[in-house]
């Protein structure tokens, strides 16, 4: 699914196994900010409950129904771009005020919409701000957490987006009964403009203003989220000395081989988080429920349960992700993705199952393929792109990947429909088993494992040139 990108550094200094408690108001700006992931959820996963009632009122063909899904992903890409410029010239407040006005703009112009056009029109809205959220967000919780809960604080951001999702197929659930898919998709401009309202008290990142020369806000807002006077300028002297360092844009790209190296595994990891296929499922929950014979009912509540999944394997995966370490999950997540995609290629394999028992291994199969999803590649694939970009480029690097997970979740969710028309849903389904054993055979082969790493540790090796896969093992430098 869409999971969201973070700019953190994620990394403790050695030794350290209780961080800091966060002081000032910190923690409760990151959270507001992490709002967002809400608003992101939700305009994810309603279209789910919306799509078949728009179809039947538009008249729409698989072709058309694909679009509505697709052109948000599309907008979403562009609006990555959008906000990778907008959050270095206008600074992060400035540009997640923007995104909080298309939050609200967006869904009332679906609710509004008069023609299959103007929906397309609406839909595109959305997509620029959720993808220029998904971008701003966690770089602007990067820049105004302490370092001992930067990473606590983004996955809670991917936990508000799993609450959003969840959120999103009750609502739709509830308004299915009455048959208005103008509200369900409405009323998410109502926590859009509270998220709006909230924002506009937001303080700006002192990083930012710091790179704008405005030191004195920067201090003032430094104190104001560390509430201790005396921790304002060592974090001062530190960003700007990582400030001083910096170096963004395609120029290190292009001319860096071991900036290339990791951003090319970063894109590695979007791609095939994508192509796992989890956004077949959390688009369509409905639409492949009903495949195998369930009725209406269950075609409406069942993706409940798929969100309900999503948010307890995403609780567990916050828990163990450093204690158990990020390849483990990864190859342990892709592989039962593969056999739970291919358990449902199975079933599928001769139409709908006649017996009851069938159904129910299907349903089975989905939720354990979303569970492993959850816990791994899903928050996973944002964590490693955050540790392994360096600090030169990351900025450049994060918009890459963003727009690389985005533009395959299009490609993705445009074309699911129609595959099942032209293969079958039992072949479409055994394409995706056979992806997820790839990007397993993918993360065996060139996934670091940075479990107890620092993102400074993490970086001088990297740019000492040691291989991807032995970050934090001492190999010999990479030849190039």
Known sequence: M???????QTGQPAGSH????????AGLIGGLAALSGILFGLDTGVMSGALDLIAQEFTLSDLQRESIVAIMLLGA????????WLSHTWGRKRTLVLTAGLFVIGPLLCAEASSFGTLLFARLLLGVATGATTFTTPLYIAEIADSGRRGTMILGYQLMISCGLLAAYVSDGLFSYFGVWRWMLGIVGFPGLVFMMGVMFLPPSPRWLLAQGRERDARRVLIELRGLPRLVMAERNAIMARLAARKDGIGNFMNDPNCRRAMWLAVGLQVAQQFSGINAVLYYAPYIIGLVGYSHYVQVWGPVGVGVINLLSTFVATFWVDRIGRRPMLIGGFAVMALAMAGQAMILAGGVPPMPGLRLLMGACMLVFVAAFAFSAGPLAWLLCAEILPLRGREFGMACST????????????TFLTGLEVLGAGRVLWVYAALNVAFMAMVALRVPETRGMTLEQIEAELMRGTKLR???CNAPPEKH
Do not use: D
């Not at 869409?2 to 700019?7: E, K, M, W």
């Not at 890409?77 to 990778?84: C, D, E, K, N, T």
């Not at 727009?403 to 445009?414: E, H, K, L, P």
């Open 470 to 472: 032995a970050l934090g």
């Open 2 to 8: 869409h999971r969201q990108p973070g700019i953190a």
């Open 18 to 25: 209780h961080p800091p408690a966060i002081r000032g108001r």
């Open 77 to 84: 890409a562009l609006g990555v771009v959008a906000a990778a």
């Open 403 to 414: 727009c690389a997970n985005w533009i395959a979740n299009m490609v993705v969710s445009a």
